[in-house]
Nanobody, 115 residues
Framework: QVQLVESGGGLVQAGGSLRLSCAAS????????MSWYRQTPGKQREWVAN???????MYQDSVKGRFTISGTHSKNSVYLQMDSLKPEDTAVYYC?????????WGQGTQVTVSS
């Protein structure tokens, strides 16, 4: 089992920045990728960014150039630096960790961007 705890959400004005953190504990040796997702009311959860087991970084087109995902080599933490935030980035952000057999989610952290 893997436990994920997010932190760092909050209220920010458009154009501002926030840094989300996700702390992983438990069987972190089984993790082969970590991602950030987000969800707004009435919509499906959408993928935002991913860091693969080989360190490869991938981003949703709408956040490219504004968001940066990073993580520790030991895979016990993953971060999402969010710059130039827009009102449409408002959502609950979730940390995800995947192994070959399981998927794990954090409880989510609210990000609100005011115009």
């Amino acid at each position: 089992q893997v436990q994920l705890v997010e932190s760092g959400g909050g209220l920010v004005q458009a154009g501002g920045s926030l840094r989300l953190s996700c702390a992983a504990s438990g069987n972190i040796g089984s993790i082969n990728n970590m991602s950030w997702y987000r969800q707004t009311p009435g919509k499906q959860r959408e993928w935002v960014a991913n860091i693969g087991s080989n360190g490869a970084l991938m981003y949703q087109d709408s956040v490219k150039g504004r968001f940066t995902i990073s993580g520790t080599h030991s895979k016990n933490s993953v971060y999402l630096q969010m710059d130039s935030l827009k009102p449409e980035d408002t959502a609950v952000y979730y940390c995800y960790a995947g192994s070959w057999e399981n998927a794990y989610w954090g409880q989510g952290t609210q990000v609100t961007v005011s115009s």
